[in-house]
């Protein structure tokens, strides 16, 4: 019973971690696995993000964690200056409860 227990936490914690967007913003493009350009409205975003001061609050809906070191990140970004070089266009907003998709075929780009 104990080893059921904690095999459900265990895998349950790693479900958690796996899907935690925690992201790293890298100085070459070619460093990174994304593009990303910020736009000036929220209706031109696929990702609408809020910046979170912790990284266990960090989420692949739009909860982003900033890392200091690119090994700590799951994800290296890039921000473009062109919404046409970027390959995920985003928003910052001021509450997390904002944040989220808005371009469920970008998804893809997080996982």
Not at 17 to 23: A, F, G, I, L
Request: proline share 3%; charged share 20%.
């Amino acid at each position: 019973m104990k080893n059921l227990i904690f095999s459900i936490l265990l895998l349950t914690l790693f479900a958690f971690v796996s899907v935690s967007q925690t992201v790293n913003v890298v100085n070459y493009p070619n460093q990174a696995d994304i593009k990303v350009c910020v736009v000036k409205f929220p209706n031109q975003a696929d990702l609408l993000i809020y910046k979170v001061k912790y990284s266990n609050q960090a989420n692949a809906n739009g909860l982003w964690f900033f890392t200091e070191y690119s090994n700590q990140a799951k994800k290296k970004i890039y921000f473009v200056s062109f919404e046409n070089q970027a390959d995920l266009k985003v928003y910052f907003v001021k509450y997390p409860q904002q944040a989220g998709w808005r371009n469920d075929k970008k998804k893809n780009l997080l996982k």
